[in-house]
């Protein structure tokens, strides 16, 4: 059994490692034949598996070479899916998807003081990825400068709404509006956008380097300041609940997930993966670090790709895990299998003290007590985590995978004791 601390320190240990597996290529691995079972692009140069929602296209896309070959596709997906949904259900989502642990992350630098890091340091560290990159060409080398740009924003975010500065979202806006700037007069030929460049100038030179990096940096930039004033009136928008707008909001991930069949037939296209901002979270900012002087990809999207990359990233810091919440098809896809998965949160309300603390620590913004192992939570156990009493608990099957703090029993007893003083 593992205690609280443990749960949070093996999702961690096990959302790094998916990350991890999920770029093996960059160490020789060569691409299988395997699915991950989370949101992650094939296109990223490291990648040795195939995404879901890529194979649902490619299946659509293959009916010209008959029945056979399209069944074959959409029958292995399908069948891989309902052996690890039936056992996890939408727990990858919680456990092991690299784009959760993304707006994690995002999370983290906005809530967490950091006291022990220095804002310089992480900059630091963000130049020191990125400028080998710049230096030389290298698969590793594109990863870690992406890490490193991860970093930038990151810690622009963080100064702005947690040290309530609006410097570190001005400089991201001032970064973006120059970069947007550059793709402008490299579009319009004012600066001649080599193809080709030596490097560090192959950078400044590639109009999808600088106005994919600067769009993201331009919207984060002003979204983290739009945030820190919103909340200096109203209070912190980042945390929504159900209800009102958001519960309009929270079923699009299903018309996404069945609008892509049709319109990858429709169109004859990835319809959904050469839009879709996770592919260019994990595929082309990496590609483009890689090799910005020999860049390929789908120029009639790339644009459409790049705005929305951006507002993802502007979407991980106002809603915590909004992608999951409101438009990821591959959790629409694995949804339907909580209710009778393995894996699954059990809830006991004989222990329940209605401390709240369940509520606050979901990242789906739901009622754990209310809402566990439907189809919107990920089954991540941050509930199971903070509950004081034990009445939330963590399974796999009849195997209990969490144990109360040494204290839960003291606290639901001098709880009892308390309520039923004040019932007399």
Request: with cysteine.
């Amino acid at each position: 059994m593992a205690s609280p601390t443990t749960l949070r320190s093996r999702r961690i240990s096990l959302q790094i490692i998916a990350l991890v597996v999920s770029v093996a290529g960059v160490v020789g691995v060569k691409a299988t034949s395997l699915i991950y079972p989370y949101f992650f692009c094939p296109a990223s140069p490291g990648a040795v598996a195939a995404c879901p929602i890529w194979m649902i296209e490619h299946g659509v896309l293959e009916y010209h070479r008959g029945l056979g070959a399209v069944f074959a596709l959409i029958g292995y997906l399908l069948g891989l899916f309902i052996l690890i949904g039936a056992i996890f259900g939408r727990g990858a989502c919680g456990w092991a998807c690299p784009v959760g642990f993304f707006q994690d992350v995002m999370k983290h630098m906005r809530t967490t003081p950091l006291k022990n890091v220095k804002p310089l340091h992480v900059f630091l560290i963000s130049i020191a990825l990125i400028l080998p990159a710049m230096a030389y060409s290298s698969m590793a080398l594109g990863y870690l400068a992406t890490v490193g740009f991860y970093l930038l924003i990151a810690l622009g975010v963080h100064t702005t709404l947690k040290r309530e500065r609006v410097v570190g979202g001005a400089l991201l806006v001032l970064l973006g509006t120059l970069l947007v700037a550059l793709t402008l007069l490299l579009q319009r030929g004012i600066i001649e956008p080599y193809r080709i460049h030596p490097r560090p100038l192959a950078y400044l030179t590639s109009i999808e380097f600088t106005g994919f990096t600067g769009l993201i940096s331009l919207l984060t930039g002003i979204s983290s300041i739009a945030i820190l004033k919103y909340r200096e009136r109203r209070g912190d928008p980042f945390r929504l609940r159900m209800g009102g707008k958001e519960r309009l909001a929270r079923p699009v991930k299903y018309f996404i997930l069945l609008s892509i069949a049709p319109l990858s037939y429709v169109t004859g296209t990835l319809a959904f993966t050469d839009v879709d901002p996770v592919g260019g979270l994990v595929a082309t900012l990496p590609t483009l670090f890689y090799q910005p002087e020999l860049w390929r990809g789908n120029p009639t999207f790339f644009w459409i790709k790049a705005f929305n990359t951006a507002l993802f990233v502007a979407l991980s810091i106002t809603v915590y895990r909004g992608w999951c919440r409101y438009l990821c098809p591959l959790g629409a896809l694995w949804a339907p299998f909580n209710r009778t998965s393995l894996f699954r949160v059990e809830y006991n309300p004989k222990r329940c003290i209605d401390c709240n603390l369940c509520i606050k620590a979901c990242p789906m913004g739901l009622d754990p007590r209310k809402q566990v192992n439907t189809a919107e939570c990920i089954m991540c156990g941050k509930c199971v985590e903070v509950c004081p009493t034990d009445a939330l608990v963590l399974k796999l099957g009849r195997r209990r995978l969490s144990r109360p703090s040494p204290r839960a029993d003291l606290i639901l007893k001098r709880y009892e004791e308390v309520k039923g003083g004040g019932s007399r």
